[in-house]
């Protein structure tokens, strides 16, 4: 990395802070006890030119930040190219739609920056599974190569190829909470695929983003739980490609919860032949030995609340009386372990800095 | 009346079905014991004249409302003066934005209907009052002569005059629980208006309207309190009219619950002499003793539960060791007695009907 | 029916009328139509004597029923026998815990009354179901006797039984949206039951009762989500008996969601053979032909708000592309369609009253 | 100070850290910078002895503290003094009901302990306002000399007092949120004491504690507002003595809001002679011009989520057309800036460390 070579501290740049995911990284980076002295370059929308022109306190848009650490004296920038060059970004966090991310990756690889996307831009290997972005670069060389650098941003699974990276495609906060949950178990062979794997997914309202519409007003969202997206949520691609199964292999469905934050998957599958509690609390904890960020409950099951605001992925488990059905229930901060705090740990990955610094 | 002349059953109309307090009145109306048989002529948003051309169900905009006693069948349409004609509309309800209700009640008059007006429209006498409305009518003979025959349907303070009215300006949520709990001691002249009444009140997210906005977002509501409207709420008009005090005698302040409904206002005065409980207690009684949808609390104090989802204002009240000091609690669901259930309340006194039909 | 012979009013009686149940079970019941002028008997918790000896008014317990219908004059009495006897009860409604309903039912019947028992009871017929409830009759020529004359009170499933019968176990809140929605399908065959059948449930807080307890805490129940009771809710059994299904073709996971009312069951079944939508949604049509409280979506899916205070069970649901797999969204409001909105329906069907009488 | 006289870092405990303040004073000591390498001991509540014999996990009772900086390790004790004598406790917090507060500060201080307590117990110096409690040890000349010890610990007021005291009596919630609005405006003699102030406050159910009850019911406190303790809570002692006003000259109401934790107190005051904006701010600016954790609004209102899980109070406030009154808007984190956090912050001016460490 050219980064060790030299002495000069990191200099981030966070794209879309205006946003729920992006305040999240607002609010890690500021603390990050590796970045103190040099935070991060904050920039808005990249659509809201005029009235970021000359910068804003951040704490105008987020007053939670005030005064905090300093936070108060940051600004927020207006986008433009010459600006983080400038500040002499070198690692780009993309806090925006995934349309300005496909857009935008490529050309802060070309120059020279490191990108941690926190989009769906980049996540998925098939051009099949993509589909349902509808990018309108399918043909395009630049995007083909780009994609093919993109690295999966869960280091529980990549965290070799995450440390050489120059694009990380951080991912998807539901498939975050099913993949750690399943993919250890469907490793191992012991999972009955043909019966197919049900993942029952549901999340706290900020996973809808910040924009106000009939789904996040209160009076929709408060009292009440809905199912959408059934057979059609984006991030079942990353469930397919990561796990490794067919599309009829897992079915996934999501919930809208009347909470701000949080998401519990309840996930359903079954073993070719029993399988003890032992057995699969073994092999768990053998999955995650080396990660700090996620914690296996040995005789209780997770909750939000034991999540919520932290960056850890929470998974317990049950087993049948005759040990051939599981119920596995997996909980993370949608915000964090399902977005920023995850892209963190991705950049101290980048960085060869421990993975949970800042984290905890 | 023509009305009692005739055999004809009411036809009612209600414009701005999609809204909250449109819905409510909907609800109120179908199953309305006076009204069976002769729905209402639904009208959605008079902008909306495309999407409702030719009618939609009534069910697709309010699901909860569908199959029940014949909701489902019901449709709702664009508004147009023909099809209000057309049904022989002779009351119509506008639970539409009061500058709509302001342009809409005068041609309404012309062509013979009695007019519920649910919006801040026709609320204030005192052109100084009306000027937080902005509207660009202020010079007009005929919205002056409209003006001059309205009738604020309180209908605890104005039963009789509403009987006889043509058009009724429906009170605030917020104005309905304030002067409820305050007129009937402040009409005594008990009340020491040098030292000032405070009005603290907090309203549910519902009266902030179903127009998705920052302030009704989820993530902005939930878990939150705050206060908005400070020296300056529409509703401070009504007070100062309705009660009779200057404007330095009473300060009111609106909050936003993080609640789907229902309004608590929390009032403080001051008396020239000491007071007993008993003789407050009965100052109210005597004072609603014809009013059915009123309720004193002998000895506790309502809360928001108590009122939810009813036509009722509930008060209760505790007087300070020595007597010298009031607090006053008044609770009422802003959707129904702070808007469509005074309305059919109000319905109901035009045809001399029993004020609470329709609404126990 | 020896009701039918005579003329005299029906006089219902309700045993449990402090809990969430039994609340809503007065609020329908003094608004029967069928009732009205002959009001419930309302009686406490069974060991509550003391405090309600003389009876006290039911607006003590439930303020928000006060002075609505004349019910702020209803009292709340003491169980005795003989109370039950002066009032000539013929309907018995116990809104008690399940060791109480055991004892009580059998002596109900003897007295010459019917017996509509919301508690679980009575509901399983196989001794093996039933031990997860840990009664200790199970040896008792009575206790056979009773539970061989219970019907489970479905009227969608048994309406035929029901009419006729003399103890009604009403279904509870989980069964019934798991049931209603499962049932039709797994009748006609096309479902493969090898690969089980996912019922992964949520309800609101009022589910788990009105006694305090860490888990009804609002500081654990709030911005929160907690899978509970896994492989082991009591639930599970009436599922194997009306469904007629072997406990290892289906997985029961019930939720506690931060609300205070309602259920919504995610269901995940496998055809064996592909099926279209419009089958799907003829099916379901054609077995709740004549059942007035189930409505089956045509396209879109039920949620929480659509049932909410209502006594309706709302059933939608999604075929994946190759029409293997189905997704079923079932919702309704477990104190109304749940438990006492059921039993309203069962007394209606006791009566040859019109089944949704008094419910909509 | 002794303590500034020895290398020994410093030694604290925690009595009640089962209860809500008494978590977040865990949360907080653990992630001290001054207490590194000495982390608290832990005591549950006093009468929990035989559960906590030999010590359990603190992750047990507080699963979200698990494997957080090796909170997992932490252990949680029962309560003996010989126990803090083993560890060397040098300075105790006791997160304990009044009455035990009481009881065990005077040994504690005996034993040499400094003591902070966060309960009611030693805030009140006049015999009359500490009615209220009904201590038993009104006569006794040990609570006496004790009580005299006592500082209120309020950084704000208090600094200089605070640095040299052995006996904190950390303030309530409600009072720290009133008081440090209205102090700053009465000490200056321009508020007009004889139209009273009236402090209209609102918090979340945390402030209720952790033992469920009827009250703290998930079906009672969501959805719902009610007041409560009207003339009569508990804080109202430390507002007179803190403010320096008489009864009659304030007037609070606590309500009880549908959120975990906050307050929003709304205040109303008079002023002699008319004020304007920028005098209010200057004064307000120089009040807390050291005092790091109070945030001045310069020209919005502070709202519950600006402050929740911070240790802030904000303050922001409105005055009207002719300057004759004040509208004050305070908010805190009841448990945070109005319980463990100003304990920690105590705790901070007792060892001569920075005001706002570990607080930020």
Redesign the interface.
């Known amino acids: 990395m050219s980064k060790s070579a030299t002495t000069r501290p990191l200099q981030t740049a966070v794209l879309g802070v205006t946003g ?1 995911a992006g305040a999240e990284l607002a609010r890690l980076l500021v603390r990050h006890p590796r970045l103190v002295g040099t935070p991060p370059v904050f920039i808005g929308r990249i659509d809201e030119v005029d009235r970021l022109r000359g910068g804003i306190p951040l704490s105008e848009i987020h ?2 930040l ?4 300093g936070t108060g004296d940051l600004r927020l920038h207006s986008f433009t190219w010459e600006h983080l060059a400038e500040h002499n970004v070198d690692t780009l966090f993309l806090a925006t739609p995934h349309e300005s991310s496909r857009e935008l990756a490529p050309e802060a690889l070309k120059r020279g920056m490191r990108v941690i996307d926190l989009s769906g831009a980049w996540r998925l290997n098939s051009v099949q599974n993509r589909a349902v972005y509808k990018f309108d670069d399918e043909a395009s060389p630049l995007a083909a190569t780009t994609q093919s650098e993109a690295v999966y941003g869960m280091p529980e699974l990549h965290r070799a190829q995450i440390r050489n990276a120059r694009l990380i495609a951080n991912p998807g906060c539901y498939a975050t909470s099913i993949i750690l949950a399943v993919k250890p178990l469907v490793n191992t062979g012991i999972v009955d695929l ?3 794997i ?1 993942a ?1 997914a ?1 999340s706290g ?2 996973g809808a983003g ?1 924009t ?3 789904k ?13 997206g ?2 059609s949520h984006r991030h079942t691609g990353e469930l397919l490609e990561q796990i490794g199964l067919t599309s ?1 292999q897992i ?1 996934f ?1 999501p ?1 809208l ?4 934050r ?1 998401i ?1 998957s ?1 996930l ?1 599958l ?1 073993f070719h032949i029993s399988q003890s509690r032992n057995s699969i609390l073994t092999l768990y904890r053998e999955f995650f030995a080396a990660s700090p960020l996620v ?1 296996i409950y040995e005789s ?11 960056n ?1 992925a929470d998974i317990g488990f ?1 087993i ?3 040990g ?2 599981a ?1 596995i ?1 997996s909980c993370l901060d949608n915000l964090l372990k399902g977005a920023a705090g995850q892209a963190v740990q991705n950049l101290n990955l980048l960085n060869g800095w421990g993975e949970a610094e800042g984290l ?1």
């Open positions: 729920y007053p939670e005030a005064d905090s650490r043909s019966a197919g049900i029952d549901k309202v900020s910040k106000p519409t009939a996040t007003h209160f009076m929709h969202a408060a009292d009440n739980l809905s199912a959408y059934v057979f009829d079915t469905t919930h919860l009347p909470i701000p949080g519990l309840t359903y079954r914690r209780t099951l997770p909750q939000i609340q034991h999540v919520a605001r932290t850890y049950e049948s009386a005759h051939k059905r119920i229930v905890e």
